[in-house]
């Protein structure tokens, strides 16, 4: 019997190295060569493929990969029709949805899309900006852009549709966002009758399940601590937990053990509380996946 593989697409461009970074938390080692469009996995039955994208979802939704990651947006741009096994709520510098926002030069007159009618717009995301000028009623030239788009306006468009996450690329070159079109995140998709494949479906939720782990992980420790178990319901009372805290008793009957999960943000502000309410022994640990 042949051995089954899957097949991956992998972003390639702004979100390679983020999906790179994520899969290897996961547990899943990718190594990027500098000539080739096929890195190397350590998983013998994954064969990953580099691609833009912007062009995964149609390949996914033909068969040509089982599967990929690529961005909401690139879904409803190319209208592909895929199955959505999970959104990974991860891009190119942060953990937060990128925007696909319309933005004018700042001294431009324009401050609704409706002044926008009759006007030029450039874009990569030529689908989505006609149907959200459609949903407005406005009529509009609309030009595909290859890129650096946000110079063109004014020479060469009265607007530009194009994505963002801090904004920075923006002010830079002098626009203002008049509107916002869409928020957009990552998702891990796959053909159909890929899917229905009871083998490939296992191999992507266990997938799956270890990003979203991982992802569910950031920005979080673990505290454990010894107390008093006449403090315990104080001390219970200071932590913000996750889920509700493991107590475990000790040899000494008059003691418990306390262990939770807690935002990281939150043990400078939290653990001289605990302290001052009786707990003993703080131990602050990271963790690297939290699975529901």
Request: contains cysteine; aromatic residues 6%; glycine residues 6%.
């Amino acid at each position: 019997m042949t051995e089954k593989i899957l097949k991956l697409g992998i972003p390639a461009g702004s979100l390679q190295n983020a999906t790179a970074e994520l899969f290897q938390q996961a547990g899943y080692n990718i190594k990027f060569s500098s000539r080739s469009y096929y890195p190397q996995i350590d998983d013998e039955q994954i064969k990953c493929t580099l691609i833009r994208a912007q062009e995964m979802a149609r390949y996914v939704e033909e068969g040509v990969f089982d599967a990929g990651i690529t961005g909401y947006d690139w879904i409803l741009e190319t209208q592909a029709d895929v199955h959505e096994v999970c959104e990974l709520l991860f891009s190119k510098v942060s953990r937060r949805p990128v925007r696909w926002v319309l933005c004018v030069p700042n001294d431009s007159p324009v401050q609704s899309v409706k002044d926008l009618e009759g006007k030029r717009i450039a874009t990569e995301a030529v689908g989505l900006t006609k149907n959200y000028l459609a949903k407005h009623g406005v009529s509009a030239k609309v030009e595909f852009s290859w890129g650096a788009t946000e110079v063109k306006p004014p020479r060469l468009a009265d607007a530009i549709v194009e994505v963002t996450e801090t904004g920075s690329s923006l002010r830079a070159n002098h626009l203002r966002i008049v509107d916002e079109i869409l928020q957009s995140t990552s998702r891990l998709i796959a053909n159909h009758e890929s899917y229905a494949d009871p083998w490939i479906k296992e191999k992507l939720d266990n997938i799956s399940l270890m990003l979203k782990s991982c992802l569910a992980a950031e920005g979080k420790v673990g505290l454990m601590m010894n107390l008093r178990r006449d403090d315990l319901e104080k001390i219970l009372d200071i932590l913000p937990a996750l889920q509700k805290p493991t107590v475990s008793a000790l040899s000494d009957q008059d003691w418990v053990d306390v262990n939770t999960i807690i935002d990281e943000a939150v043990v400078r502000t939290i653990v001289p509380q605990l302290k001052a309410a009786g707990a003993r022994g703080l131990v602050e640990y990271p963790i690297n996946k939290i699975i529901e």
